[in-house]
């Protein structure tokens, strides 16, 4: 129970400074590096996962506690990043609507904007060290992004489609 325990804090903890649905940067030192509940593949697989449907990564954190703990962990690991953030984040909107005319909310919206670039591009940067390894990688890589950057196509095709290819090249 104290594993179980430790796991939902630590969830918590990640579900609260995550900013856009994951913070996979802190994900990285904190399940992989830190703790060892999960290796590198699987984050970068989990958060591939992740992709498969909209909104926030709740595929990805469920797959991280599966692995670490099993069904427990799972159920622990959605819980403890979700539910704390998702009454914060009802409490917020309220108070978000209410405050929305002042200034310091502009200013504090505007001062988000840099930090969430930021977190955005160290997990792609985690991401990008665990899964790119080759030049066939970089590869399926630049062409999913240029696919997403000037297409319509749906983010789960892209990720469906560059699994075959990874597959196919024995990636």
């Known amino acids: ?18 900013f856009g649905g994951t913070n996979v940067a802190e994900m990285e030192r904190v399940l992989v590096g830190e703790r060892g509940w999960i ?17 926030p990564n709740t595929l990805a954190v469920t797959h991280y506690g599966y692995a670490a703990a099993g069904l427990a962990g799972a159920l622990v690991a959605t819980l403890g990043f979700y539910g704390p953030t998702a009454l914060i984040g009802a409490v917020a909107a309220l108070a978000w609507e209410r405050h929305r005319a002042n200034p310091w909310v502009v200013a504090f919206r505007q ?21 790119i390894t080759s030049w066939a990688g ?34």
């Not at 988000?112 to 985690?126: E, I, Q």
Request: glycine letters at 16%; aromatic letters at 8%.
């Open 138 to 171: 970089v590869a399926v890589a630049v062409g999913a992004f240029l696919l997403l950057w000037r297409t319509r196509v749906n983010s789960a095709v892209v990720v469906l489609g560059a699994a075959v290819v990874g597959a196919l090249l024995g990636l």
């Open 111 to 131: 001062a988000l904007l840099p930090f969430g670039g930021g977190v955005v591009l160290a997990g792609a940067l985690v991401l990008g060290q665990t899964s």
């Open 39 to 55: 290796d590198a593949g699987t984050l970068a697989n989990g958060f591939a996962l992740g992709q498969l449907m909209p909104g």
């Open 1 to 18: 129970m104290t594993g179980l325990w430790a796991m939902f804090l630590a969830y918590v903890r990640l579900g609260l400074i995550s």
